[in-house]
């Protein structure tokens, strides 16, 4: 089965191919340089992208499949939840398509593509199947944080979520404030790998609360009051001047030597990654005697995805944490971690195998964009 699938949810215009759950082309055009000048991303201007660049990101995803729309045997989108204006573009072409080539529409949820992103296989269908249901996933991204249990294909129970930021957002706010650019994450986590996770003391918000939800907005206070209180107002010029002379691959010693000033922004860094990835193993722990307590069997998996998934830090520490408890998996390769339409292509799979197609022309015309979509709908 060819399936074209498509998510504009965000500030990412996407496109793939895919030959069932095998990946054959998954084509990201990134509009991260353009919200970098605002520290964000602005709704007007990704839709006004996404309308740029959707017919050429969609012909170069069949391009490299080496598969012309008239062969495929349907078209997924993504239709929630995401930005209203930027979703409406890809819903829009998605019905275009469906009505021109007379193929079925497969509607999905942008964060049903984040759980599938673990199964992708690559063109060669070589990959990891689906775990054993009911599994655990942890989703993380700049919009998201939810520990969901899903129990059989399409069927989620959303165990917790966040009350108020998402932890990419807070990387990518706590990057703000020390100047170091859009999007936080990476950036942050290079600067911790070179200072000390232990020097500023960052206490895990409602840590005695028995619920498994999240909360992020103290940890950004309590940081940004740490990065006054050390560094000083002056601190966002400073540090990304710091930060560009660097060379690449400079060694913890030589970055020490420097500035000790810098040694300070790397162990806050560090100190604020820590705090975040302890949360959320406390919360995922918290959950796994929960569930061994309700259910019958254990929960033999965690998915983990999204795109503060690609923190190396935050999964070495999974690893050790959970080692003789839960099987990790993460998705493939770097592409599915943030949004792409590949993931969406292999969710899209997994329900048109159980049927959750439109094939009528007036359910086709009738999908709207749904901005704030839940799992749990
Ligand atoms: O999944 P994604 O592409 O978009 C949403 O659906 O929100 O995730 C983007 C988020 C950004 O907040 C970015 O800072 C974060 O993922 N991110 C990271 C890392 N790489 C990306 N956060 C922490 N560590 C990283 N290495
Ligand atoms: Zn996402």
Partial sequence: ????????????????????????????????????????????????????????IIALACKRAGVSLNKLDCIAVTYGPGLAIALEVGIKKAKELCLTYQKPL??????????????????????????????LALLISGGHTELVLVENHGKYKILGKTLDDAIGECFDKIARALNLGYPGGPVIEKIASR???????LPIPMANKNDLNFSYSGIKTATLKLILETLGPNVSEY????????????????????LSRSKAIADI??????????????????????????????????????????????????????????????????KLYTDNAGMIAVAAYFKALNKFVLNDKNDILALDRVPRLSLSN
Wanted: aromatic share 10%; net charge positive.
């Fill in 239 to 258: 540090v990304k001047k710091v930060y560009a002379s660097l060379p690449k691959n400079v060694s913890n010693k030589n970055f020490e030597n420097r």
């Fill in 1 to 56: 089965m060819y399936i074209l699938a498509i998510d504009t949810s965000c500030d990412d215009t996407s496109a793939s191919v895919s030959y069932g759950d095998c990946i054959l082309s998954n084509v990201v055009s990134s509009q991260v340089s353009m919200h970098q000048t605002w520290g964000g991303v602005v709704p007007f201007l990704a839709k006004r992208m996404h309308q740029e660049m959707i017919d050429k």
């Fill in 106 to 135: 497969i509607p999905v949820n942008h964060m049903e593509g984040h759980i599938y992103s673990v199964f992708a296989k690559n063109s060669k269908c070589k990959g990891q199947s689906i775990c054993e249901f009911p599994f």
């Fill in 195 to 201: 200072g000390n996770e232990n020097a500023y003391f």
């Fill in 269 to 334: 860094a560090a100190s604020f990654q820590k705090v975040c990835v302890d949360q959320l193993i406390l919360k995922v722990s918290k959950a796994i005697d929960l569930l061994s307590e309700v259910l019958d069997q254990k929960v033999k998996y965690l998915v983990i995805a999204g795109g503060v998934a690609r923190n190396v830090y935050l999964k070495n520490r999974f690893r050790k944490e959970f080692r003789n408890v839960i099987k990790i998996k993460v998705p493939p390769n770097k």
